[in-house]
């Protein structure tokens, strides 16, 4: 299991903010240019990870293309990666057309290569499928790793975005195996409402700072704010940049990483503030 939750007796050994600051890992799917256009992996993964290790990062969120749209040669290298590879990043559909469950397929094979400790995924954007998207996941459930739990993103545009939907859809299902990821990206009202009604299902964080005022005292502020909610709840679990500045423009993969590492180092600041 990736993180759980402190309990009260925990938060007795480690006291009132002694705890360490979250897991941060990298998104490739963060440094990708092509994630939303031709999809097609732009850098090999597996040479940067000596880089990724150096700089602090303490695990990768993979994207799936980066794997599945990979060579042998990459695909053997991040299999060999081990423990590093914390989370799979798949967009498999959930509905029962073909191609959906061909994606889910491809997906668990990966999985089960990579032996990630999650996967994150979403449900689709049809309210009037949502009994056909919540078999499917259970079925894709029962082929995975009964070690890697799966993290919903609850994405906005997919039926479980709003947070009472999204609560009510795994109300009976185990959080110890059916977790959710909650967005950080300034809102901390809203993260605040999310751990409460999510507990210990709250199983990962995207870090998402991609407007210009991320870099400034203002979104620092705004950045130390959230954190100290996660800290006023006892959150124990993991995080990863997800999404940071200059994506969407004219990229070029070392600003981006650079904003990676300023966002990284400013959640650890954050954290480590009393």
Not at 174 to 201: K, M, N, S, Y
Not at 219 to 232: D, F, I, W
């Amino acid at each position: 299991m990736i993180i759980r939750l402190f309990t009260p007796q925990a938060k007795a050994t480690v006291g009132a903010f002694a705890m360490p600051p979250a897991p941060v890992y990298i998104a490739t799917v963060c440094l990708e240019r092509n994630r939303w256009a031709s999809r097609q992996p732009s850098f090999r993964v597996s040479e940067w990870m000596a880089r990724f290790t150096a700089d602090g990062f303490t695990g990768i969120e993979l994207w799936e293309n980066h794997y599945l749209l990979a060579d042998d040669d990459e695909r053997a290298t991040l299999r060999g990666a081990g423990a590093f590879i914390r989370v799979y990043n798949t967009y498999a559909g959930f509905s029962d057309n073909a191609t959906d469950a061909a994606q889910r397929a491809a997906a668990a094979r990966a999985i089960a290569q990579l032996n990630p400790a999650g996967v994150k995924y979403n449900l689709g954007g049809d309210g009037a499928r949502l009994d056909e998207y919540r078999r499917n996941l259970l079925i894709w459930a029962d082929s995975l790793p009964s070690s890697c739990r799966l993290l919903c993103e609850c994405h906005p545009g997919t039926v479980l975005e709003k947070l009472d939907d999204a609560t009510a859809f795994f109300a009976d299902l185990d959080p110890a195996r059916f977790g959710v990821i909650a967005h950080l990206a300034g809102d901390a009202a809203d993260l605040e409402r999310r751990i409460i009604a999510w507990g210990a299902r709250l199983g990962h964080l995207h870090l998402q700072r991609r407007e210009p005022e991320a870099a400034t005292t203002t979104g620092r502020t705004r950045l130390a704010t959230c954190v100290e909610v996660l800290r006023t709840h006892h959150y124990g679990g993991s995080a990863s940049i997800e999404f940071t500045r200059g994506m969407g423009t004219s990229e070029k993969i070392e600003a981006i990483y650079a904003g990676a590492l300023t966002d990284m180092n400013a959640f650890g600041d954050a954290w480590g503030s009393p």
